[in-house]
């Protein structure tokens, strides 16, 4: 079965760090773009950062830069984000999301949940 599967969400205090990883089922993210996204309740997803398949060239959303890293792994079946110095803005449930234009081939996880909170 063709799917992605995130894990490593959980309950943390402010300040400190999660590792999120994405790990793909049934095939490899070579190829892939991958990002992941974030959304609270009543909200839009909004991106949080995203590896680039062509050149593994990273991007951040401004609220999150300095603070977290994505990554993927040599075997490239599993891509990570870790999260350092954590904010209660930053509980949501994380997404993780592949994409292969060249295929017009795109998949999702089913979510992880991050709560930051003392």
């Known amino acids: 079965q063709v799917q992605l599967v995130e894990s490593g969400g959980g309950l943390v205090q402010p300040g400190g760090s999660l590792k999120l990883a994405c790990a793909a089922s049934g095939f490899t993210l070579d190829y892939y773009t991958i990002a992941w996204f974030r959304q609270t309740p009543g909200k839009e997803r909004e991106g949080v950062s995203c590896i680039v398949s062509s050149d593994d060239s990273t991007y951040y959303a401004d609220s999150v830069r300095g603070r977290f890293t994505i990554s993927r792994d040599a075997a490239v079946t599993a891509v990570y984000l870790q999260m350092n110095n954590l904010k209660v803005e930053d509980t949501a449930i994380y997404y993780c999301?592949?994409?292969?234009?060249?295929?017009?081939?795109?998949?999702w996880g089913q979510g992880t949940q991050v709560t930051v909170s003392s």
């Open positions: 999301y592949a994409q292969r234009l060249a295929y017009n081939t795109d998949y």
